[in-house]
C-alpha cells in the first residue's frame, strides 16, 4: 500500500499514470499518459493523411493553450513486423514532446 509520504505530492484523483521515454535517435520524448484527452505529436512527418481543415485550442492544466493545426494517423511498426495506426493523432507544431493516451489505445 502506498503511503501518502510516498506520492511525491501527486493526488491519485489527478495523476493515474504518467511515463516518458526518450529516443536516442533523434531526441524525441514521449509522454504515456491516462489523462490528456488525445494523442498528439509536433512531428508533421509521423502523420499520414493529416486533416488540417480542423483547427482546435489545447488546454493544459496549468491554463496554458496551443493549437492543434489538424489530426491524422500515426504508423506504428510492432517488433515482429506488423503495421498498427493511432487514429485521430492531433498535430500540434508547438509542443515539445508527444503525448499517447493510454485511455485510447
Same mark, same amino acid.
Given at each position: 500500500?502506498?503511503?501518502?509520504?510516498?506520492?511525491?505530492?501527486?493526488? $491519485?484523483?489527478?495523476?493515474?499514470?504518467?511515463? !516518458?521515454?526518450?529516443?536516442?535517435?533523434?531526441?524525441? $520524448?514521449?509522454?504515456?499518459? !491516462?489523462?490528456? $484527452?488525445?494523442?498528439?505529436?509536433?512531428?508533421?512527418?509521423?502523420?499520414?493523411?493529416?486533416?488540417? $481543415?480542423?483547427?482546435?485550442?489545447?488546454?493544459?492544466?496549468?491554463?496554458?493553450?496551443?493549437?492543434?493545426?489538424?489530426?491524422?494517423?500515426?504508423?506504428?511498426?510492432?517488433?515482429?513486423?506488423?503495421?498498427?495506426?493511432?487514429?485521430?493523432?492531433?498535430?500540434?507544431?508547438?509542443?515539445?514532446?508527444?503525448?499517447?493516451?493510454?485511455?485510447?489505445?
Amino acid at each position: 500500500m502506498v503511503q501518502e509520504e510516498e506520492r511525491d505530492g501527486f493526488d $491519485s484523483d489527478q495523476v493515474l499514470l504518467m511515463t !516518458t521515454t526518450t529516443s536516442e535517435k533523434d531526441k524525441t $520524448s514521449l509522454y504515456l499518459d !491516462t489523462k490528456c $484527452s488525445n494523442h498528439m505529436t509536433w512531428n508533421r512527418i509521423w502523420l499520414i493523411d493529416l486533416n488540417p $481543415s480542423v483547427i482546435n485550442n489545447v488546454k493544459f492544466v496549468n491554463n496554458n493553450s496551443i493549437v492543434a493545426e489538424g489530426f491524422g494517423k500515426v504508423m506504428i511498426m510492432h517488433k515482429d513486423g506488423k503495421v498498427a495506426y493511432l487514429n485521430d493523432v492531433l498535430y500540434v507544431p508547438n509542443m515539445k514532446n508527444n503525448l499517447l493516451n493510454l485511455g485510447q489505445l
